[in-house]
Structures are given as C-alpha cells and as structure tokens.
C-alpha cells in the first residue's frame, strides 16, 4: 500500500523504499502513547522525543497510506498531553486553560533545555491545530473535532490571544521574542511564520466553535464548560486575529521573514565560500545568528501549508527571495522546497531537492549517519513525490493531482488511502493512469479538470 515504484532510475528507486520501509518500521498506530521521534529508534540523538515534526511532516504519508486511524491516534496523542501542555504554559505565566505544547516531549512536559527553543520556538503549537485541520481536509472526519480536538484548538488559540502584545505605535498585535522554525534567528520581533500561523489557529478554532455549535450541541455545551469560555472571550480573541501585524517589504513585494530582516549583509549563499558550509559546523553561534542564512523553510513553511491563501505569483516571489539565502541545514527543509519547485514547474530544481532528501542516510551526504536516521524527514520526501511531482492535493473534499515527471525517470507509480477508496496513480512521460479499489466511483481533479473514476477500470489522462 505504501509502496512507490520508480521505473527509470534505481537510485532514486532504492532511496525511497528505505524511506517508506523505515517509516513503516517506526510507527504503526496502534497505541496513542507512542509517537515518531525524529530519529525513530535508530539512533540516540533527539533521544526519542517528539517534536513539531509529526504534526508538521508526518502526518500526510500516514494518512495516505494507513487507514485513518492511524493519524487520527498521533492526534489523540496531543489530546492526551492538553493537560501537561496547559501546566506548562501555566509555568510561563499564561492563565486560563491556555496551552503550549512543548517543542520536545515524552510525556508532555516540555523536554527540552535551551529556552531560546522552550519559551520562544513557540511555532509548534500552531503544527498542532494545523494537523487537526489537515485530518478533516484529508479523511473528512469530522467526529475528531468535537470529541477531542475542538478542545486542544481552543486551548492553543488562547495560548496566541495571551502572547500577542497590542503596540500603540503600529496600532496591531505583535509577537515579541520568538524563534521561528528557522532556528539560526533567536529572539526576534514578528516573525512572520509565526504571526500568520497564529492569526490563523485563532479564526479556525473560532470557525470551529460555529460549527460544534450547530451541529454538535450536547458536544458544545460540554466543552464550552469545561473550558469555560465564553462570547466575550472568542470576540477579544478575534480582535488579536484581525489585527495581526505582519512585517513586509514593499521594495521586494514579499513578507520579512521577521522584523528587521532587511538589515542583514544579504549575500546569497551562492557568493558564500563553500569552505564555510555547512555553516552550524563551521560558525559560532554569534555569526549565524547575525547572518542572512536560513537553516530550513520558514517563511516558505507557510507558503506550503497555507498554499490557497496565496497566488502562484506570490509563492513564486517569495521562493525567489528566500530560497536563494537557505542552507538547507535541517533534513526538514528540501522536501518543502521540491514541493514549491514543481508547483512552479521547476522540475529540474524539484529534481534535485528530492535527490537530496531520499538518500540523505544511504549515502551519508551530512556524515552524522551515527546518530541515526532522518526518520521525519523521510515523510516529507514520500511528500515530494505525492504532492511535488504527483501535485496531490484536496480541494473540496476531492483529490487533486497535477502530474509532473523528472526528465531522468520512465514513470512513478503510488498509491493513496482516501476515504475509503485505494486509488493508483501512474504518473509516466506519456501521461498519467488512474485505477480504483472499492466498490465506488470517485471525483477526482486532473489539472483543474474534473474525472469520474469507477472501480476497476484503468483511467488514462
Ligand atoms: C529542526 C527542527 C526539528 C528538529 C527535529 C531541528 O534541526 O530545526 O525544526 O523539529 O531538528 O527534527
């Protein structure tokens, strides 16, 4: 079921099956209480904790490949640490059923050491409304929200209404002291991954709290109870969401990466001396943190998990801007970059950003294989194939595929779990086949086109 089969390019063959085969190896569902560090169990660094990158990059190759159980236990896993997640934000003066979910974590108290991380890479706990949200998108089960996450959603939102500052001089909220997920930045102002992703956890949980209402009444009125909240809350609430202040620059027509970004000596890395890479072995901490370079997608994470809320143009603008600074230095980050190449019909960028990330370990390209395997990074580079080259994506409760093709393979075969229906996709350099397993038809999108694919029946496109 999780196979992907690669006709044309056996090195590229080879990288993925070790991925999936690994993927499979570490995580199976079964139990709630366990989750995908990202090393798995193969090697002792991250010390078999979970981080963001479950909620971040794990989630779509489980949903796809597994029965929806599967993802829906790595949610039930954050709603089983709401209440540790409340205590700790409780330790950081936050009040009133806020959470903040810890950036490393066993048990759900935070486990990691370095503050800049615990206190200001405070990001992670919007990965974890946005998983909820992908879940719905993906199995359409809507049973989760109502039963368990409605309850992690507000929680969080409350975490944001609480962090933001209100600053007469712009007359917005602003999100002081924080570290974005490009870790070579600490304690910076707006940055704007965080901002938007906090603005966005807030109007979802508040859309969400519309819908229990109508549709789930005993539901509502047990949460709203228990967590006591009420209108006048979710109204200040809004307020925060509605006045987010979000750093950007006219002169390039893009959003900063965070305030003040534009002070930088912004030498791309292309002019960096390749005698100073990778940069986190060669550097002190100072002379990252004062450099333009970005560890991994940052501002670019948002343009990925929020790829409606901007045009082609814009993605396009903003790929331009950052890409060209980013040292890929975390295994998260050529995956959602080979996404955004093909989106932009860069395929032999595409191309090479998967070769980076599917034999990252079997070739040792960063030679640190000893501390173990990039386990969570080999769920996003099953996503560069699926969502990159096979352009999947849901779009009113649809699947949606644009087929690329690498020029370097014959063809690429996958399949994906989608409600209840096993769909084949072969994508070749002659065109794309669809055949289904189950007893229904299925809608699906090819190239903003609309097909009818009907059980046992090959569909050529
Ligand atoms: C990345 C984080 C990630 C962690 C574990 C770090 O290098 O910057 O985003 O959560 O590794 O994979």
């Known amino acids: 079921m999780a196979d992907i089969v690669i006709d044309g390019d056996v090195k590229a063959q080879q990288g993925i099956r070790f991925n999936i085969f690994q993927l499979n190896q570490t995580y199976l569902g079964k139990d709630a209480r366990l ?7 193969t090697g002792e660094k991250y010390g078999g904790s979970t981080y963001w990158d479950t909620e971040a990059y794990c989630i779509p190759f489980y949903m796809a490949t597994k029965n929806q159980q599967v993802a829906r236990s790595l949610l039930k896993y954050r709603y089983n640490h709401l209440e540790k997640a409340i205590e700790n934000a409780e330790k950081l003066g936050f009040t009133n059923g806020a959470a903040l979910y810890p950036m ?6 935070e486990c990691h050491n370095e503050w800049e991380i615990t206190f200001e890479e405070i990001h992670r706990n919007g990965a974890m409304t946005f998983a909820i949200y992908n879940y719905l998108r993906y199995t359409g089960d809507y049973s989760y929200i109502p039963e368990m996450g409605l309850e992690v959603m507000i929680a969080i939102a409350r975490f944001w209404h609480q962090r933001a500052t209100f600053s007469t001089d712009k007359e917005k909220y602003v999100i002081l002291g924080v570290t974005g997920p490009n870790e070579y930045e600490n304690n910076i102002n707006n940055n704007w991954y965080t901002n938007y992703l906090a603005k966005w956890c807030i109007e979802y949980c508040v859309e969400n709290i519309e819908k229990v209402k109508s549709d789930y009444k005993a539901d509502y009125d047990r ?5 006591n909240l009420d209108q006048k809350e979710i109204d200040q609430m809004m307020v925060v ?5 979000f750093p950007y620059s006219e002169k390039h ?6 305030d003040g970004f534009l002070d930088k000596e912004l030498i791309t890395v292309e002019n960096l001396d390749k005698s100073q890479r990778p940069i986190n072995q060669k550097w002190s901490w100072d002379r990252i943190l004062r450099s333009p370079y970005i560890k ?7 343009f990925y998990m929020f790829e409606d809320h901007f045009t082609k143009e814009e993605l396009e603008r903003h790929f331009d801007f950052y890409e060209p600074f980013t040292v890929h230095e975390s295994s998260l980050s050529p995956c ?4 955004q190449a093909a989106a932009l019909d860069r395929m032999d960028q595409a191309y090479t950003f998967y070769l980076r990330t599917s034999r990252l370990d079997l070739d040792d390209y960063n030679k640190e294989v000893e501390e173990g395997l990039h386990i969570t990074s080999m769920a996003g580079t099953w996503m560069s194939i699926v969502e990159g080259f096979g352009g999947l994506r849901v779009k009113n409760d649809r699947l949606s595929f644009t087929p690329r093709i690498p020029k370097e393979w014959k063809g690429y075969t996958f399949n994906v779990n989608f409600r209840q ?7 070749s350099q002659e065109g794309t086949t669809f055949s289904l397993e189950g007893d229904k038809d299925l809608l699906i999108y090819v190239d903003g086109k609309e097909f009818t694919i009907s059980p046992n029946r090959l569909m050529s496109v």
Do not use: R, W
């Open 421 to 427: 229906s096993i769909l084949k996709v072969n994508v």
């Open 253 to 258: 027509q893009v959003y900063l990466q965070q």
């Open 241 to 245: 969401a509605e006045k987010m202040f």
């Open 35 to 41: 989750n995908i560090g990202p090393k798995g169990f």
């Open 223 to 227: 949460i709203m109870e228990k967590a």
């Open 296 to 302: 991994q997608a940052d501002t670019l994470q948002g």
């Open 336 to 339: 959602v970059h080979s996404i």
């Open 104 to 109: 490393v974590t066993m048990n759900g108290e």
